[in-house]
């Protein structure tokens, strides 16, 4: 095999190892499939800002303590009601109210925030 061929395919390579790498992170479905339908609306309304574990490890919102929904640091109660509310309506200057989604989304949303926040072992 020609040097520059081997270094046409070490390129090929590397370009499609970084591709797969990038897919990861950005919690592509191909590669990390979502377990629920909370999980579904999760990543398509609240991942970007809050990280897909919902640590708030985002550009954005890295080290806002709110933006963390894994910790005991929460604006508002931690119950499915109150989480509900939040997604619904919003937090002034800090989160959009996502009022496109129907009343069944926000439940199943509000349901998965709350196992992300379990799954840390904390409340």
């Not at 009601?81 to 959009?96: C, K, L, T, W, Y």
Request: glycine fraction near 10%; charge should be neutral.
């Amino acid at each position: 095999m020609s040097h520059r061929r081997r270094h046409r395919l070490l390129g090929a390579a590397a370009l499609t190892a970084f591709a797969v790498w990038s897919l990861a992170l950005a919690g592509c479905d191909i590669l990390n499939p979502a377990k629920s339908p909370g999980e579904r609306l999760w990543r398509d309304n609240c991942a970007k800002c809050h990280g897909i574990d919902g640590s708030g490890n985002t550009p954005a919102y890295m080290g806002n303590s709110y933006a963390d929904l894994t910790d005991d640091v929460w604006k508002t109660g931690g119950d499915v009601h109150d989480i509900a509310n939040v997604i619904r309506s919003g937090v002034f200057g800090e989160m959009p109210a996502f009022k496109q989604l129907s009343d069944a989304d926000v439940q199943l949303l509000a349901k998965y925030v709350l196992s992300l926040h379990r799954e840390t072992g904390s409340r």
